[in-house]
């Protein structure tokens, strides 16, 4: 006798702003897209900033439950469709709508109808959720915080020729001005007296001119100091190896992936004091938080100096990455709240 299902297999539809570029939210979504067909779940990812509304439409048809990353993108795409979800909505907040959109009061008022039509809101840290709580205080007890997972990819050969020199310092941001990469930029001219190797490369997207322009001066001006277009994460691995620091000089942050991959890599880590970087870094355990270019400047000649210090650190970021990053927890955390969130539709209906 065949053995039959009693479970109708689950059905997601994961809506994110980009897919096909090489941009935070497209790492995310093919990553914890993943991680959630590792649990069963059948899912499938669609870009509403880069794919037909057509199509996404029919996803969202054939769905049990439409899950949306970016909710200010998110709600402005919607508000340029005819497209209507009956479907339980999860909404995932990240960095620059929690920072920089919920600040704003017109954003806001557009934002207030989809958040209190979802069924729930996840953030990837304790202030992210106190962000979304202050600006929707009514989304009270739908609020909920799953950090991110990070799954290492294989090892791809890359033909790009890297500098040699010590220390090899690595910023991983898209250049837009919420990420300052140029913000240690004197620091680092004075440090090249100390440390004359020294060699700094920003990779990332051109995501705003004025931020690439300003950068490629820089690149121009000194030999020391690179500007790299970005490349898929699966040849991310051999930058984070070839660094001796990876930083994160972002002004704001909601979890910083690249941190989180320079940790999983075994990459000491130096990054701005901000709540974001301060949610996966404990500032002298797995790596060091900055206030400013000159606390930069000494973190980096003491780091560089103590081999016992640098193996603290990557020792200290690998078990954050194994005890809080786990990409199976991830994805078992939200199809907990896929299934809370049908059940309580059901429960509604009856």
Not at 205 to 214: G, P, Q, S, V
Not at 300 to 328: R, V, W, Y
Request: glycine share 6%; aromatic share 8%.
């Amino acid at each position: 006798m065949k053995a039959t299902k009693d479970k109708k297999e689950l059905k997601v539809v994961f809506l994110t702003p980009y897919l096909y570029s090489i941009r935070g939210n497209a790492t995310t979504a093919k990553r914890l897209t993943q991680a959630l067909s590792r649990e069963g779940v059948s899912v499938k990812v669609a870009s509403y900033e880069e794919e037909s509304n057509e199509k996404i439409k029919a996803l969202i048809a054939e769905s049990d439950i439409v899950h949306a990353l970016h909710v200010r993108r998110f709600v402005e795409w919607l508000s340029e469709t005819a497209i209507k979800i009956t479907q339980p909505l999860l909404l995932t907040s990240g960095g620059t709508d929690v920072n920089v959109d919920f600040n704003d009061p017109d954003k806001l008022k557009e934002m207030k109808d989809i958040i209190n039509q979802s069924s729930g809101i996840t953030v990837f840290t304790q202030d992210g959720k106190e962000k979304v709580l202050r600006s929707f205080p009514e989304s009270k007890g739908k609020v909920h915080i799953i950090p991110q997972g990070i799954q290492l990819e294989d090892n791809k050969e890359m033909d790009m020729q890297l500098p040699a020199g010590c220390p090899k310092i690595l910023l991983p941001a898209g250049l837009r001005p919420v990420k300052d990469v140029l913000f240690l930029g004197e620091a680092l001219v004075s440090l090249r007296k100390v440390f004359p190797d020294l060699q700094f490369a920003i990779i990332g997207a051109n995501l705003d001119e004025k931020t690439f322009r300003e950068v490629k001066k820089w690149d121009l001006r000194y030999k020391w100091f690179h500007y790299w277009e970005p490349v898929p994460l699966d040849r991310m691995s051999t930058l984070y190896e070839w660094a001796d620091i990876v930083v994160n000089t972002s002004s704001s942050e909601g979890q910083p992936m690249a941190v989180l991959e320079a940790m999983a890599w075994g990459t000491p880590v130096l990054a701005r004091n901000i709540p974001g970087n301060k949610s996966v870094i404990f500032h002298g355990s797995n790596g060091y938080l900055f206030n400013n270019p000159e606390e930069f400047m000494e973190q980096c000649k003491t780091l560089m100096a103590s081999t016992e210090l640098q193996n603290k650190f990557i020792s200290g970021g690998k078990k954050t990455i194994s005890k809080h990053h786990d990409p199976s927890e991830e994805a078992k955390a939200y199809l907990y709240l896929y299934k809370e969130s049908i059940s309580k539709k059901e429960e509604n209906k009856g």
